[in-house]
């Protein structure tokens, strides 16, 4: 059973970048047979995909956050981490790191959530 | 990309009674359609995936149906345990995207 974790800072000042971290663990991340990806939701609002990684760094992103996302895998820590810059208030929300098979996205497995708060 | 509507925002059910959820797709999805319940402070959990095949572990009053662009939850006998929030989400093209969510609460 694949267990994730979100870790970072809650609190990032506008303007800043936004840096989680999912740790992965029951599985393997160099498998082939999953992608690792990142969603968010905003306070009383509802889930946004924002970007998924395979193992060997083959990367899809939302079109609307592309231009400030970068997601980044690394096999030997069993970690995947989401960099999001120039960030503002828009982009307070929990994130949560979730896995889906090579089959379908869909996602089946999730961490807890991560809430990163942007402000001053 | 494709733009999910969910149907009502917000549900009004009875204990023991039946919930229908309403899913609608910009455009044709075929059955790459997935559910997921969101209780409060919790992750999604993965209901119904390919529009109407149960995950594993989801209880048999939990019913998926449609294809092309209506896609239908069904919780046939609600229980204390169902109120919650329910998304739906398409994965039939990038990018990925989930409606906003049906809150389903006790009547």
């Known amino acids: 059973q694949l267990q994730l974790q979100e870790s970072g800072p809650g609190l990032v000042k506008p303007s800043e970048t936004l840096s989680l971290i999912c740790s992965v663990s029951?599985?393997?991340?160099?498998?082939?047979?999953?992608?690792w990806g990142w969603i968010r939701q905003p306070p009383g609002q509802g889930l946004e995909w924002i970007g998924n990684i395979l193992y060997s760094g083959s990367t899809y992103y939302n079109p609307s956050l592309k231009s400030r996302v970068t997601i980044s895998v690394d096999t030997s820590k069993s970690q995947f981490s989401l960099k999001l810059s120039s960030v503002s208030a828009a982009d307070t929300a929990v994130y949560y790191c979730?896995?889906?098979?090579?089959?379908?996205?869909?996602?089946?497995?999730w961490g807890q959530g991560a809430l990163v708060t942007v402000s001053s | 990309e494709i733009v999910m509507t969910q149907s009502p925002a917000t549900l009004s059910v009875s204990p023991g009674e039946r919930a229908t959820l309403s899913c609608r797709a910009s455009q044709s999805v075929s059955n790459n359609l997935a559910w997921y319940q969101q209780k409060p402070g919790r992750a999604p959990r993965l209901l119904i995936y390919d529009a109407s095949t149960r995950a594993t572990g989801i209880p048999a009053r939990f019913g998926g149906s449609g294809s092309g662009t209506e896609f239908t939850l069904t919780i046939s006998s609600l229980q204390s345990e169902d109120f919650a929030v329910y998304h739906c989400q398409q994965y039939d093209k990038w990018p990925l995207t989930f409606g906003g969510g049906t809150k389903v609460e006790i009547k």
């Open positions: 979730a896995t889906h098979s090579a089959a379908a996205a869909l996602f089946d497995s």
């Open positions: 029951g599985g393997s991340i160099s498998s082939s047979s999953y992608y």
